[in-house]
């Protein structure tokens, strides 16, 4: 833990200790707070509205902005709101910096978005809560990167800033329905899309060359999917809809609470270095970088080299592949590309035993990044286990750890990383030749855009639904057949909390494989939860039967599992020898707490398949319920790719 963390969580600790001891002086003294001084310890008394209205002196242009916007209003409701809301001094600021002559000069648009980029209306966000790598989404479906610093001309207390140059100068006014924080710079609301913010950056100048030159700045151009509708009472913000997809006691269906996406976005993600991180490698203009992509290429699809030199906008084209690896088709903050912190990090992942991972496919065509945490940092294509990385990998800069720059915009964020990243030959025939297990949450990018992948909304049980057509990488051959994936809990009996519920009256879907990263043979795989709820699916890789159907039904899986308390090691690997034979495998033993999903009879993987595989290859799973009923489901929790380097070795797959 850094020191900023512990500072934020001391200065936390003493808040609530004041809170308290004042709290229960006032309760002694009177019942009566109509003189109580508007802050953290008595304004419980307000909403964020009236907060607002109560102080026109700092708050009179926001209140008119909110006013017209239609959001004052909304601000007396109950609710959990977060509100930012900027002095009249930081509006005035504002209004000065954009050549605008006064505040009745904004137009009824530029205060809806002033309004909405200063509103978090699905959770309070105390500064407790908003250590750096915390983002709140905005009701702009914008991300608000927070990152705290110290003041070092006043012993070193506490500063938190909201997208890098507001600085909230008054925190937790704990209101009725949310909490007010009081900041000094209205909040950076970049209207550009990704290349565009990347461009500002002159920091970015070689790697902006490289993306206008081979085209993929017009790939990251999408933003809203305009033939997108749903109705509103089934959408986040409406009334939803239940859906069966857990298992009581009893073996009947318990339903969660599920909503579809108000709207369809088109986000990405962009893992940059900067200038000077190229510098220290040779590379100091265009010309150096397209040697240096030459260079890693060539060599990891020698079959291409000298082919496409000319082409960059060629996918094949070695600078189009560099640059395009670090491009990803979907937004997340540095902690949403794998666990490095939270109630599922802390306690679920068994980091004694190895760090937690996720992978993702890239925008280059046919390849994966595998993310990896230690420590509280986030590393890119590294390995080893914990800090004893036999390949160190690129470390994903923090917020607090870049410049001024805004990092996020409507269509996307990019992150800083401290090393050159490249999908070269070791990286694919090294580091990545390893069990890729990929959790359920992360197969689409629509997941991690519609923010189903991880905790959200504050809501527990709750599940994000998506309609036919809208689910890259997914495929919903029937239209009885729904699709949601469930938001991170730490109760679920599921890997990382999450997991993918295929529902509906003979269900039939299909989902992309991520690729694999060199051509071999590979042992494809799910991992599953059962319940005497769910069904019976037949399993296809690329529309040929993977052997007899699945059971997702704990009275009939035919795994062999038994429990390994008070076996010895021989016993086990004898147990795991028997479950191999009949198809299955134990669940891991590197998450689930106090009890892993190892030591669960439940949970399970089944291997579907081992055969040759090619890199270059689209894989497609494929599920079809052979059961009839409309409450039948499978729960997919993960998928894994292993190959035969790993399984088949001579001193065994781990059990990780």
Partial sequence: MNSKITKRHLIGLSFIICSLSLSMVMASCTDDDSDAPLNFYSSVRLTAAGFIEADDARFSDFKTILERSNHLGMLKTYGSYTVFAPTNEAIQQYLKENSIPSIDALTDEQCDTISRTHIVNDK????????????????????????????VTNNNALLVYVNKNSLIIQKDDSVTNGVVHVINHVISASNNLLPALLEENPTLSIFCQALRLTGMADSLTKYVDYTYTVDPDSAVGGKGFWVVNSTAGDGTGQKTQTYYPDKRYFKFTAFVETDSIY???????????????????????????????????????????????????????????????????????????????????????????????????????RKGKKTKA??????????????????????????????????????????????????????????????????????????????????????MHNSHTFIGCGNEQTGWVHYQGSG?????????ASVKLPPVPHDGTYEVRIGYSQGNDRGIAQVYLNNSPCGIPVSFRIFDSNSGWTSDADKTEDEIKADDKAMRNRGFMKAMDSYGGATSLRDQSNCLRRILVRQYMRADQENWLRFRQILEGSTLYMSLDYIELCPKDVYDSPEGEDRH
């Avoid at 915009?409 to 090393?419: A, F, K, L, P």
């Avoid at 993918?500 to 039939?508: A, K, S």
Wanted: proline letters at 4%.
């Fill in 500 to 508: 993918v519920c295929i529902n509906g009256e003979q269900y039939d």
């Fill in 390 to 475: 036999e390949v160190p990998g690129a470390r994903v800069l923090k917020s607090g750890e870049g410049d001024s720059y805004t990092q996020s915009c409507s269509n996307g964020m990019y992150h800083y990383v401290d090393d050159i990243l490249s999908y070269s030959k070791d990286v694919r025939y090294n580091v990545l030749n390893r069990r890729i297990r990929i959790d359920g949450s992360c197969l689409s990018p629509d997941f991690m855009n519609a923010r189903a992948r991880m905790y959200y909304m504050n809501k527990e049980r709750m599940m994000i639904g998506f309609k036919i057509g809208y689910l890259t990488d997914f495929k």
């Fill in 124 to 151: 309070a966000y105390f500064t407790t809560d908003m250590g750096d790598g915390v983002e709140p989404v905005n009701m702009n479906d914008d991300y608000i990167q927070m990152h705290s610093d110290s003041d």
């Fill in 279 to 381: 510098n220290l490698h040779g590379i100091n203009n265009l010309e150096d970088l397209k040697a240096y992509a030459k260079k890693i290429y060539d060599e990891s699809y020698p079959e291409d080299a000298g082919k496409y030199d000319n082409d960059f906008t060629d996918r094949r084209n070695p600078l189009n592949r560099f640059v395009s690896y670090h491009l990803i088709n979907r937004i997340g903050p540095r902690e949403y590309w794998v666990h490095c912190q939270g109630s599922i990090y802390t306690e679920k992942f068994l980091t004694d035993v190895c760090d937690p991972e996720d992978y993702f496919e890239t925008m280059a065509p046919h390849t994966i990044m595998r993310f990896s945490s230690t420590g509280g940092e986030v590393y890119i294509n």
